[in-house]
């Protein structure tokens, strides 16, 4: 497994930590008077913004399916050359309405990744093993808001070379970065424990026989068959997960855009603002990978995204009050700690057993909470500076929710595990005493097993 570690968790990080360094990148360019040289207003800057978010969220599911019908080492690849085109193409635009496009075109081509790497990983790791992991990927996100402020900072520098400001540096060499990654994945990413060539026979036998005996029937490979995403389409636990991830994703993204912009407002110039996202970046990156051993270890992740949620509220809470700077800094790095170490992905993941049917269930998560940036990219209004009441009010909002949903999520899948228990879901098996007819009727337990997935009797969620 140390042999599957190196493989696929290091490189994959480093491509969400571009993936998100070029979706927020945005934040420090403007810093770097790109409103004023593309002569547009702060509405129409909300509105780029906003839209990488619509395109992002639409692209989700599908982009899901195509990475389990074609394969991670070329869907991913080809994702990445596109998007890093689009960041570079956005450095060269003129006006509103070519920056507008870019926002739309990058969004597309990013959607697959983070829904893509999230179930790619849940296909190599038992439920125990896989928040630790998507904790490590996950905090690339954290690693880029420090590396972005930094980065930002030192491309400045190149102010007026080749007759480009600052700003569009930011995105150019930014996006030539992506470009090359994507370009060398192709033969650094592995495809899925069935086929991995990195793998002698015996130990691709080894991968699959531990996932099965985890409950991941599917491991040694699925039909791709309507019903099971159909599954995924109508399960109440992946409408309830979705409201949940959106308690997460929307103060997440509120915060990465906009926190040089809160630094900023607040006291510090634009330079010194990037520099001082640094600190709170590294202490939720540290937290964040924490929290994912920790919810390894122990379990009860749902307990964890109910505690770090409501160290969230109490920085947001502070903020809203808050009329001092210091103070101010301080809230910022509690909501840090607080929001993203939220990796409910992996609580999602852990509570959905079929290949395809949990590709489309995290797919439709991950889809909706991004969608909430949309709303994200709005709550901060240039005549709310500079502290920013109704942003923070509304982050709030967004994060109580989130709160009653993990408490609903978490009860709800507390039940129908006693109810298993009880024995009130066991499906009568040919030549075995017991049952119900309405739980459905197999040859064998392995049948019911295939079938059934995380529905099976002998299936326990993860609280």
Known sequence: MRKVDMRTVPWLSFLYLLCFLDRTS?????????EKELNITDTQYLICLTIFFISYALFEVPSNIILKRLKPSVWLSVLMVLWGIMM???GLVHNYSGLLVMRWMLGTFEAGLFPG?????????????????AAIFFSAATISGAFGGLLAVAIAKMNGIGGKPAWAWIFIIEGLITVAAGAVSYWIIVDFPDTATFLSEAERTVVIRRLQGDAQFSAAGEKMEWRHIRKALTEWKTYLAMIVYAGVDMPLYAFALFLPSIINQVRYSAT???????PVYALA?????LVGFLADRYGNRGMYNFILLSIAAVGYIILIASRNAALSYFAVFLSACGIYPCIHS???SNNSEGTYKRSVA???VISWGNLQGAVSSNVYRANQTPWYPLGHGLVLMYIGTGLIATVTFRFLLKRENARRDRGERDEIIEGHEGGFEVNGRFASVDDARR?????????RYTL
């Open 88 to 90: 570079t193409v956005q």
């Open 26 to 34: 945005i934040g420090n360019a403007k810093l770097y008077s790109m």
């Open 362 to 364: 995290l797919a439709m």
């Open 285 to 289: 990156c540290i937290s964040t990978c």
């Open 451 to 459: 079938e059934k997935g995380d529905e099976w009797s002998g299936y």
């Open 272 to 278: 010194k603002a990037n520099l001082l996202t640094v």
């Open 117 to 133: 790497v999230t179930y790619y990983l849940s296909c190599w790791y038992k439920r125990s093993e896989f928040g630790i992991r």
């Open 346 to 348: 992996a609580w999602m």
